[in-house]
């Protein structure tokens, strides 16, 4: 089977609901989807509709109601919380808006750190974690630490820890919200050139239509229900 043509994420019936004081309020209803394997998904919707939620399902740092999420040839869903850890750090990649690396480390060393879970050297772990720099272009900024690095370089400097363990899938969440345009053009063609030269299926959340544009499938959620991505202007979202 083509790699590119074979499902790697498949959701079925996915319910997802949230306690507040006495209240249960639904965030998700009823989700059924499909992810190619090397796909570049955008999930969009207005604030609230549950994109962020079904992202943190999908990548197992949450759990459902209902429903089945199955990812390769594991159905995650079924597994324990230990389980869950255990099968997160080796298949998932982390992309956030606000980078989240660690001020004290250099580039290098915040790229290093989710192989320290592995069992390799030290050697073989700085072997890797400069390959992944090289990847996205920052080989020359490797004992930087973040404050010495602009906005888009810090995203990929994370970009290159989300990929440094080979991961399954890379999951996104407002990868560009906080950068400016430039930057965010430079971040989300490595995204693509991730899919579409190495293989990766990258799921991102956006309220951007520049950056859902830049995905080859955009999906809608709107108060839980996942529909086509409708035409959207790009002050929708503003």
Do not use: C
């Amino acid at each position: 089977m083509n790699k590119k043509n074979s499902s790697l994420v498949q959701i079925r019936n996915l319910y997802k609901s949230y306690r507040r004081g006495n209240q249960i309020i639904p965030v998700l209803d009823n989700i059924g989807l499909d992810i190619k394997e090397a796909e570049f998904l955008a999930l969009m919707g207005p604030s609230g509709s549950g994109k962020s939620t079904l992202l943190n399902l999908i990548a197992g740092l949450d759990q459902v109601d209902r429903g089945t999420i199955k990812i390769g040839r594991v159905e995650i869903t079924s597994l324990s919380e230990t389980e869950l850890a255990e099968w997160r750090a080796s298949n998932v990649g982390f992309i956030f808006q606000f980078y989240n690396l660690i001020p004290v480390l250099t580039a290098l060393e915040n790229v290093e750190l989710p192989l320290l879970l592995t069992g390799l050297s030290r050697k073989e772990r700085r072997r890797h974690a400069a390959l992944a720099l090289e990847l996205v272009s920052l080989q020359d900024r490797m004992d930087h630490h973040p404050r010495q690095l602009s906005g888009g370089q810090q995203q990929r400097v994370a970009i290159a820890r989300a990929v440094v363990t080979d991961p399954t899938i890379l999951v996104a969440d407002e990868p560009t919200g906080d950068l400016d345009r430039t930057s965010a053009e430079e971040v989300l063609q490595l995204m693509e050139r991730l899919s579409v030269d190495l293989g990766k299926t990258v799921i991102m959340v956006t309220h951007d239509p520049r950056a859902a544009k830049k995905a080859r499938t955009m999906r809608y959620l709107d108060k839980g229900v996942l529909t086509d991505a409708p035409e959207i202007s790009f002050t929708e979202f503003l």
